[in-house]
């Protein structure tokens, strides 16, 4: 039993499921109604209007409808979409056992403890028949899928099979019913129309509409269930006798075909399997059985400690079982549906039907390869119990898998095919094994891990070569780990990468219980599947990223062509890329699993071992994936020519730092202009600013201005905001006296004391501060005013207005006068230069297209002298250096580089070259810019003059350096020297604090001259013989001690630092030389 959901309630009488959708409806005994999604596992809705404990529901097939029956005498029907009761049935005069839809015509069945069942159509809300004829409880009624017919079951001990033909032909073709039941609206409280007396004689006597045509007797005891085969004449019981029996009808009679016999109590339902020829059965005895129908055996049995089981049901279209139980119900599976499979590059080999099949990617041919013999005991389906199937990717010369079972508590079988697989070759005997887990371990090894937990390892003639024990008992499979010789182990919450040469564990990696490994093409990369999360790491099994999902994960498969895998889950198919961004490709009607991806098509097996083929769209899998390794020809190449949209894609964008790139996918205005703030592009977020029209956008817009210098734009957007404050200390800042005193008549027409005070304060008007104050009732303040700066008439007419208080504030002055004050009158400062903008140096940030227009033009020509490869080719990085002249010019390291930064290159030209020092980031993302120096920059002299490595290190160039040292002493790895070219580059360089709010010069540290004849200065590189000494006897005597760790270390580090080492005399030179031939 497959265990796909469980839910813990009050016991369970009744079950049914949605036709479509993943849900399941659980009537309780304490009279609740759940409605379950049990794929999501969450409660969707309830309903509790029910009276006493709800025995029987069921769905429609088609209208969003569901009705249930229960112990107070009367049958509801729902809308879950309203989420109510439309109406009640009234008519049963005992507890309602059972109800259930037709999947035609407009009426629903019910079983009473009253010994009828009753036939409504829900449509006019009406009893249309009453069918009499058992006299004992009738415990279920259900119709049969295709015919007229419907079974019931009853403690009268007997079966019945009643005929509706007559019913449909009276009623379904519009003819008017002869009898009728009431029917209660809740809304209106209205009841059906019928004759009393007909009413009466059909529900005491019956009508003819509906007869009997078979009546079942064998069993001993009260039948508790009966259901028809869902499309063989066939009938199953189950009763108190214990016992399930299988009958068989034709047109003429039905009789009893066998008798199966297993439970230990009594018998609650029984129910046919929708897929295979088995019936399932539930008991008191608190057990499930599995019968198969052909030989009329029990082939399983699942068993609960504490809890009965009541009721049971079948999916109608797929292999789904609920079972309801004292303390829930739970919804299961009986096998595996997943097909066994593995593909190559070329071709899917896959198990249907004892067959080994394959499919070609290219021409679709798919033909029967091999037949595979019968494993194990009999189970649910045709014997083969195949589990995984897995190719052998190390061997091109022939095509192996191994076919790994459940048969025989676990079993393997090594399957040899032609290279093209088109002459299969017969597997033998001798090439099966026992084994709980097996998978491939170089081209000609396989290993199997036993049941005592030893990894055999097997020739290809599967003779054992060697055993070796497993590093932990609790490791339960083995996986392929991507590279010969090696093994991955799972264990409950971790994998372990195992050498089974050294016997050794190489890494580990804490993860939830992995299910499959997927590897990349090239086996770089390894996908792995847990229940409901991805973990996506190295060929080592270091973690790159890790992704969760809330449904189960059924499978993936990596793109043929870049670093992106595809997998699917109950109903989407997804992305992952191995930075872990993710995202959806396309939804699913039904769980698929995946074969292949192949140029936008989707290769895949379903549930029937159907293969299929779905179009998806990876675009934005792939602009994602030339995001991430900066292929800006790419990304700008999808730009143009796909289409690209969704908020979830320009918050992506926004997020990694690309505002700009996100401009171009955006409609909405406001995103827009959020959008064009961001990345600084002021000439759009204007125009957008003027579509939207509020104050915030102009507010956002003067504040990026500002901090860009483009006061025209300032100016604007604190005049359609009407910020005068802030215009007026703008006018001031800039220098702008005209417009200064207009701003002062503004505040005049505006009544605003305070704002023509500010104004005249910063034009030095003292007479306009005089007024000011006398307008605002401070006669004393504008007497001082106008006595402090000169102005004798204002003066006097105000001393005449405040009188005795003129003669104290005159006596002040005279005071100040006399202690030689040197007060004099604020003036506003005078512009430098009046301009359109303020003097900045007018570069703007680097749009992608300019980034990309600078590396077409500056791309690298190939040399033949070379080696060929530049640093990133030896790091394995995608990330291309960026460098303007080739050779000559040093470069820079971009191992950083980032789409809206400035190409941090030191570029110079030999002859009259100007060379940038680079761009210091702040903390709030913006870029100050060094205005462009005079002549020749010193570090253009050193990588232009030098031809030693260490100098080009300490001017940044490191390309050149690099190419020094491969053709000096052929170093082609140049990863370990990162550190010291880091090193050399920081010591030549020191930095100078400048003036307030200026920025720090940065100047090189000059040393020695190379020539008496030339006024250049090489830097000074800060290593001499005595510290490289000094570290080597210190490596000396951590070896000496045992501490071989730090040892290694420290001379590493000293064969890492001698590439960099400049020689002073002729005898270092030639003590450090066998050390760099050494390397």
């Known amino acids: 039993m497959l265990t796909k959901f469980e839910s813990k309630s009050n016991r369970v009488k009744g079950l049914a499921f949605h036709l479509h959708r993943p849900w399941i409806l659980t009537s309780l005994h304490n009279g609740v109604i759940q409605l379950w999604d049990y794929r999501m596992g969450t409660l969707l809705d309830r309903f509790d209007e029910h009276e006493g404990p709800v025995r029987g529901v069921d769905f429609h097939r088609v209208q969003p409808l569901i009705v249930s029956g229960g112990d107070d005498y009367r049958i509801k029907v729902w809308d879950y979409k309203l989420r109510r009761c439309l109406f009640t049935l009234l008519g049963h005069l005992d507890y309602i056992r059972t109800v259930c839809f037709h999947n035609d015509y407009p009426w629903l069945v019910s079983a009473s403890d009253d010994q009828t069942i009753r036939i409504w159509n829900w449509q006019s809300r009406s009893c249309v028949t009453v069918l009499t004829g058992h006299n004992h409880y009738v415990m279920c009624a259900s119709f049969h899928p295709k015919d007229d017919l419907i079974v019931s079951a009853s403690l009268d001990q007997t079966v019945r099979v009643w005929d509706v033909t007559g019913l449909r032909n009276k009623t379904v073709r519009g003819m008017p019913a002869q009898a009728g039941g009431p029917a209660l609206n809740e809304a209106t409280g209205a009841t059906g129309s019928g004759s009393v007396v007909s009413r009466v004689n059909a529900d005491l006597f019956g009508s003819g509409d509906a007869v009997v045509k078979y009546v079942l007797e064998g069993h001993d005891r009260g039948v508790n269930w009966a259901s028809f085969h869902p499309s063989s004449p066939l009938i199953a019981s189950g009763a108190d006798d214990r016992q399930v029996k299988l009958w068989r009808m034709n047109d003429i009679k039905a009789w009893e075909v066998d008798t199966m016999r297993g439970h230990t109590n009594n018998v609650s339902c029984v129910v046919f399997h929708p897929k295979h020829e088995l019936i399932i059965s539930n008991s008191e005895d608190r057990s499930i059985r599995v019968w198969d129908i052909s030989k009329r055996l029990g082939v399983q049995t699942f068993r609960r400690e504490n809890d009965r089981f009541w009721i049971i049901a079948a999916h109608p279209e797929q292999n789904l079982l609920a079972a309801g139980h004292d303390a829930g119900m739970i919804v299961f599976k009986l096998e595996r549906e997943r097909p066994a499979f593995a593909s190559d590059q070329q071709r899917l080999f896959y198990v249907k039907d004892r067959y080994l099949r394959t499919f070609d990617f290219h021409n679709g041919r798919d033909v029967p390869s091999i037949s595979l013999r019968r494993t194990g005991h009999v189970g649910t389906t045709a014997g083969i119990l195949a589990r995984s199937l897995e190719c052998n990717t190390l061997n091109s010369t022939e095509t192996l898998l191994l076919l790994c079972s459940d048969a025989e508590g676990g079993s393997y079988e090594l399957i040899a095919l032609g290279v093209d697989a088109s002459q299969p070759i017969e597997s033998s005997d001798g090439k099966r094994g026992t084994g709980m887990s097996a998978t491939f371990l170089s081209r000609n090894r396989v290993a199997i891990l036993d049941k005592n937990r030893q990894i055999l390892i097997k020739d290809l003639a599967n003779e054992r070569r060697k055993v070796v024990a497993s590093p932990s008992p609790a490791t339960d499979k083995i996986f392929f780990a991507g590279t010969s010789g090696r093994l991955l182990l799972r264990l409950d919450d971790r994998l372990l990468l195992f050498e089974t ?229 703008l006018y001031l800042l800039t220098g702008n006296t005209d417009k200064l005193r207009k701003m002062l008549k503004i505040a005049e027409m505006r009544h605003d004391l305070m704002a023509r005070f500010h104004n005249a304060l910063f034009l030095g008007d003292a007479e306009e501060r005089m007024r000011v104050l006398e307008d605002a009732g401070q006669l004393a303040l504008a007497y001082l005013t106008s006595a402090t700066h000169g102005l004798t008439e204002q003066a006097e007419r105000l001393g005449d207005r405040i009188g005795p208080t003129a003669i104290s504030i005159q006596r002040s002055l005279e005071l100040q006068r006399g202690d030689d004050s040197c007060a004099l009158l604020l003036q506003p400062p005078t512009p430098i230069v009046r301009a359109e903008n303020w003097p900045l140096l007018a570069v703007s940030r680097m749009s992608m297209y300019e980034l990309l227009d600078s590396q077409s033009r500056y791309a690298p020509e190939q040399d033949d002298e070379d080696s060929g490869e530049t640093w990133e080719a030896q790091l394995g990085s995608d990330i291309p250096l960026s460098r303007d002249v080739v050779d000559e010019v040093p470069g820079g390291w971009d191992d950083e580089l980032e789409l809206e930064d400035e190409l941090m290159t030191a570029t110079a030209a030999i002859e009259g070259s100007q060379i940038s020092t680079g761009i210091m980031r702040e903390d709030d993302g913006q870029a100050p810019f060094h205005a462009p120096p005079s002549g020749v920059a010193p570090m253009a002299v050193w990588c232009e003059t030098a031809c030693h490595a260490a100098y080009h290190a300490a001017a940044g160039s490191f390309e050149t350096g690099m190419h020094l040292l491969y053709r000096q002493i052929a170093v082609v790895e140049f990863r370990p020297l990162k550190q010291a070219f880091m090193a050399r580059a920081l010591s030549s360089l020191h930095s100078l604090p400048g003036l307030p709010l200026a920025l720090a010069v940065v100047m090189p540290v000059r040393g020695q001259t190379l020539t008496e004849t030339r006024a250049s200065l090489l830097p000074v590189i800060p290593l001499n013989m005595a510290q490289l000494i000094d570290l080597l006897k210190h490596a000396y005597k951590e070896f000496q001690r045992g501490n071989f760790v730090t040892s290694e270390r420290i001379f590493r580090t000293i064969l890492r630092t001698l590439p960099l080492y400049v020689a002073e005399t002729r005898a270092e030179a030639q003590e450090v030389r066998p050390c760099k031939q050494f390397q």
Not at 571 to 584: A, F, P, Q, R
Request: a positive charge.
């Open 501 to 729: 040469q050294s016997r050794r564990i190489l890494s580990e990696l804490q993860v939830q219980r992995v299910k499959y490994v997927h590897w990349s093409p090239n086996n770089a990369f390894v996908a792995l599947i847990s229940k409901h999360g991805i973990t996506i790491a190295s060929r080592e099994l270091d973690q790159l990223c890790s992704i969760s999902e809330t449904v189960r994960v059924k499978g993936g498969v990596w793109d043929s062509h870049s670093k992106v895998f595809v997998y699917t889950t109950l109903n989407h198919v997804k992305y992952c890329l191995t930075s872990g961004d993710t995202g959806t490709l396309r939804t699913l009607d039904m769980p698929v699993y995946l074969t292949q991806v192949l140029k936008g098509k989707l290769h895949c097996l379903d549930r029937e071992c159907k293969t299929r083929i779905l179009s998806i769209d990876m675009t934005e899998a792939n602009f994602k994936l030339a995001l991430e390794s900066k292929n800006y020809a790419e990304v700008m190449h999808i730009i143009r020519h796909a289409r690209l949209c969704g908020e979830a894609l320009v918050a992506y964008l926004q997020d990694r730092g690309y505002p700009e790139v996100a401009l171009h996918f955006v409609k909405d205005l406001t995103t827009r202009f959020k959008l064009a703030v961001a990345c600084g592009n002021i000439q759009v977020a204007l125009s957008t600013a003027y579509e939207l029209g509020d104050d915030v956008s102009w507010h956002h817009l003067g504040v990026e201005a500002l901090r860009q210098g483009n006061y025209q734009v300032v100016e604007m957007a604190y005049q359609r905001t009407k910020n005068f404050e802030r215009l007026s200390f």
